[in-house]
């Protein structure tokens, strides 16, 4: 894996609570296993180190939300671990579902519940976090993922996601996130 040298400064400003911790993922919630929300930090570890990102370092939110994160991780990514994730698309699919799913919890109020089929045109269900019915579904996620783009590439598949999730025939609000890893930002807007 080749590492480029963008570097982004760290956030120094940002309070705890503006901090998505992939370990969140790590102890999972309702429609995340703790082996998958493991799965899915790897993979998001993975992607910010691949652009040399210390931990801690600023994720841009613009779009429903405008804002800054930091973002931590406790993954160590070695070079077993770069090889176990070699398959790019994958890679930046799953790491960017990682950010995806905590930016929604920590901004939206949003828990992934379930995973969504094939053919649903999303990625996740979600509740409400306050929630007293588990599995009762309140909103939709889908997620794409730019290992390294610009924001002309992020409006772009900004705007294929959500005609995706308009083709939809499920009137639920849909939160299209799309994580770009090299600046790192994220464009999050609700449908």
Known sequence: MTVTSTR???EENLEPSDVLDLSVLEQGM???SR???SFLAE???VCL????????VCLRVTGSFNTSLGIQWATVVTEQVINSWNDKQELVEYGACGVAILAVLKLADYKVIRRARKGTRVDYWLANTE???PFQEAARLEVSGILQGNETDVARRVRQKTSRTQLSPNSLPAYVVVVEFSAPQSHMVKT
Do not use: D, L, R, Y
């Open 8 to 10: 982004v400064p760290q």
């Open 30 to 32: 309702p429609g995340i």
């Open 35 to 37: 082996n998958w929300g």
């Open 43 to 45: 993979g998001s570890a």
């Open 49 to 56: 180190e691949h652009h040399s990102h210390p931990k801690g």
């Open 131 to 133: 929630s007293t019915m």
